[in-house]
């Protein structure tokens, strides 16, 4: 199991920057899967963009492309999400996610942090 712990949330007006933070533990010796999803209230929740911690490619929302970059630091096992442009759509709450393969990303990870609220005004 991997133990995931989002930071970095917080209140910005339209057009402004959040950077948001996972530190994952307990999948040492092997890469896998990280991303972020949201969930805003009323709707489903929404896969944002994931990585794989041992290189390669990212995939990305249509709704963020352009305005959020993954990125992910081996050294301390943290994926950080840049928010840049941020749009009242944007808001939600933030969780990070892990899964052992691509299909187990697709599928749904198992793996989930608490969350982190992210709250955008116009």
């Known amino acids: 199991q991997v133990q995931l712990v989002e930071s970095g949330g917080g209140s910005v007006q339209a057009g402004g920057s959040l950077r948001l933070s996972c530190i994952a533990s307990?999948?040492?010796?092997?890469?896998?899967?990280l991303g972020w999803f949201r969930q805003a209230p009323g709707k489903e929740r929404e896969a944002v963009v994931n990585?794989?911690?041992?290189?390669?490619?990212?995939n990305y929302a249509d709704s963020v492309k352009g305005r959020f970059t993954i990125s992910h630091d081996n050294a301390k096992n943290t994926v950080y999400l840049q928010m840049n442009s941020l749009k009242p759509e944007d808001t939600a709450m933030y969780y990070c996610?892990?899964?052992?393969?691509?299909?187990?990303?697709?599928?749904?990870?198992?793996?989930w942090g608490r969350g982190t609220q992210v709250t955008v005004s116009s």
């Open positions: 307990g999948y040492t010796g092997r890469s896998i899967w």
């Open positions: 990585i794989y911690t041992g290189g390669g490619p990212t």
């Open positions: 996610a892990a899964a052992r393969t691509f299909v187990d990303w697709s599928h749904g990870p198992k793996d």
